[in-house]
């Protein structure tokens, strides 16, 4: 078994994730892997990176296959008994114009953006060391939605309180009304994407609770953070920062030294905590 610490990075092939791993092949002492559901694209990003004189590996990571996550997860705690960083970049929005009915793109990007990154953290937050960081791509669309919601959800989404049991409830209801047609009259904003992402920054500060409760004495650090507007193939060319901008906050995160104690189940943009 490696001794080598190992970083992981979520929907890396392009974008903002690959704009990470590059970040981290340069920084991180160790391992650095690049994850994409498609084998072919994870590779050529990686021998881009190597063109660059950066050394990344590739694993296969499907978010929205629990068999594909917990490939990655036997591998990584065979091959490294663990892990040491985990950014959760993989995601999906739908295109402001496009004409799929509003209740499909609610359940395909929910799907993605909620459940499949709880489940990668369901089976990978037991592997994460000592120490270890976790960054959970989230977005300020995140507080926009949230502000768009009635009183009653914004309360619910703000709770110190709230389990992952009825933060799930409340996605899965959130999918439900939009297949009835209630979405609006039951108090949720216009946007499948913003509520998918409300799901990740509350999520975030329950895990963070959790590792209080249950690992307090491991020092890991897991918060939420936005990358801000990036120019990507899902933000589009008019975008204010490239893809290495909008990693910085991320890779600070995910490189926060061994001796810090904060910030921890925050929600993070341009490196400064935000009221959520």
Known sequence: MSSVPVAVVTGANKGIGFAIVRALCRQFPGDVYLTARDPGRGQEAVARLQQEGLRALFHQLDIDDLQSIRA?????????????????????????????PFAVQAEVTLKTN?????????????????????????????????????????????????TEE????????????????????????????????????????????LLNEERKGDHILL????????????????????????????????????????PHGQFVSDKTVRPW
């Open 114 to 162: 909620f459940f499949g990154t709880r489940n990668v953290c369901t089976e990978l937050l037991p592997l994460v060391k000592p120490y270890g960081r976790v960054v959970n791509v989230s977005s300020m669309v995140s507080s926009s939605a949230l502000g768009g919601c009635s009183q009653e959800l914004q309360q619910k989404f703000r709770s110190d309180t709230i």
């Open 223 to 262: 918060n939420a953070c936005c990358p801000g507007w990036v120019r990507t193939d899902m933000a589009g060319p008019r975008a204010t920062k490239s893809p290495e901008e909008g990693a910085e906050t991320p890779v600070y995160l995910a490189l926060l030294p061994s001796d810090a104690d904060a």
């Open 166 to 209: 009825e933060l799930v409830q409340l996605m899965t209801k959130f999918v439900e009304d939009t297949k009835r047609g209630v979405h609006d009259k039951e108090g949720w904003p216009n946007t499948a994407y913003g509520v998918s992402k409300i799901g990740v920054t509350v999520l975030s500060r329950i895990q963070a609770r």
């Open 72 to 100: 990655l997860r036997d591998f990584l705690r065979e091959k490294y008994g663990g892990l040491n960083v985990l950014v959760n970049n993989a995601g999906i929005a739908f295109k402001v114009h496009d004409t799929t």
